[in-house]
């Protein structure tokens, strides 16, 4: 008998047979909700669960604006709910103009704008928050916070729907992050820095520390990724090159795990990371907040990222590259494609927590939008440890378990050269 003791960089609890590799992820299955018409973004979220999806249809047109309107949709029944309701509960009418809807994760509350005359509110800057509750199927509008100005920007919202973080500007175009508790029904204010002029969406963490963004600095040029922590008061830069200087290339819009650990962003700097992108295309970056480093995960190849987003767990980051829906597994350093078939991907993606389900916006070869679903099956278990992986051999061929104290950065082979685990 021959003990081997091997100190891995691998899969825990991945099943290691003398025949080779561990077992590949289910296939991925789609299912798509197809518009017949051209629209512009939908800015799709999905539920936890992968049970509800909230997205916008606004269809284009070349001399006018047309009417918004917001769903939430569940995949189980096929229930269509319409979330853009007024004050009221009526449908909101054709000048409301709602914009950016986001989700939380419970599948129950979406967050939008709108013209707030048209929703029965009568706001600074002609513009308002609102928050719909599919529970309820009743909308509020989030308070005024007194002289600034709520815009056409995005928002964003807690997993559990308790915190809401958006964005307003001052008459001097000063613009501020504001929170909103929902259970407490309280706003708070933020000294969050380089806020101004950006309309993506904010990424919030599930306890309502942390809030990530974009924006400049008051007159500056390059779009910046932040983090604002709200119990330190601190603004954290994320777009960090390893020598500790701040990107001058301006990024995209950001996501950020649920804990506010991982953040994940687009940009073209090529000295953000070890690895870069060709040319001057864009790739995907992760910020790993925790360890202090940030990698691309993108494919390095000849065309750009348009879109990008990680799933709530911070270990799926999903981007849109040529056309094509990617999901780079953090874990596994697996990348897997998504294709449907006479569909391009090109919305931004939003993950389920547990990064099963993910959802874009896609368009057919006549042009059509759609809303594509995908699901990734159940992730293999990954858990680390610090125990010294031991195999035992002894005769047949068996099954050994292995446990890790890291996450993996290659292939893991044993003193004999057979690879484990990819």
Do not use: W
Not at 408 to 421: F, S
């Amino acid at each position: 008998m021959h003990i081997q003791s091997i100190a891995a960089v691998g899969l825990l609890a991945a099943s290691v047979f003398a025949t080779g590799a561990v077992r590949a992820a289910p296939d991925i299955s789609i299912q798509s909700i197809p518009f017949e018409m051209s629209t512009y973004e939908t800015y799709a979220n999905i539920s936890a669960d992968g049970r509800y999806v909230s997205y916008q249809i606004q269809q284009r047109n070349s001399t006018t604006t047309l009417p918004s309107t917001l769903y939430v949709q569940d995949l189980v029944s096929g229930q269509r709910l319409q979330a853009n309701l007024t004050l009221t509960g009526a449908p909101a009418p054709s000048n409301s103009n709602c914009q950016t809807p986001s989700m939380s994760a419970t599948g129950r509350y979406v967050v939008f704008n709108c013209i707030a005359l048209a929703m029965g509110g009568t706001p600074m800057g002609g513009r308002a928050y609102y928050l719909y509750d599919q529970e309820t199927n009743s909308t509020q509008m989030i308070p005024d916070t007194g002289d600034d100005k709520p815009g056409n920007l995005g928002t964003g919202i807690s997993a559990d729907g308790r915190f809401v973080a958006f964005r307003t500007a001052t008459g001097q175009n000063i613009s501020k992050i504001y929170v909103r508790d929902l259970v407490n029904k309280t706003t708070s204010s933020t000294s969050a820095q380089t806020v101004q002029a950006s309309s993506y969406r904010l990424s919030i963490s599930s306890d309502g520390r942390y809030i990530a963004y974009t924006g400049r600095d008051a007159g500056g040029a390059a779009l910046k990724v932040s983090v604002y922590d709200r119990v330190t008061g601190v603004t954290e830069a994320v777009d960090v090159r390893p020598d500790g200087s701040r990107s001058t290339v301006s990024t995209s819009e950001v996501t950020m795990s649920d804990d506010g650990s991982v953040v994940v962003f687009m940009s073209t700097d090529k000295a953000l990371a070890t690895t870069a992108p060709l040319s001057t295309y864009s790739g995907v970056y992760v910020r790993d907040r925790k360890a202090g480093k940030t990698e691309m995960v993108s494919n390095i190849t000849n065309s750009s990222v348009t879109h990008a987003g990680v799933s709530g767990n911070g270990r799926y980051v999903g981007y849109v590259q040529a056309g094509l829906m990617y999901v780079y597994d953090r874990t596994s350093k697996v990348t897997r494609k998504v294709v449907e078939t006479g569909v391009q991907a090109y919305g931004p993606p939003r993950f389920s927590t547990d990064g099963r389900y993910v959802v874009f916006t896609g368009y057919n070869t006549r042009g059509f939008q759609s809303v594509t679903i995908a699901d990734l099956g159940v992730a293999p278990g990954v858990v680390l440890s610090t125990t010294q992986l031991t195999l035992t051999e002894g005769g047949n061929a068996g099954t050994y378990t292995m446990a890790l104290a890291q996450v993996p950065d290659a292939d893991v082979k044993n003193r004999g050269g057979d690879q484990c685990a990819a």
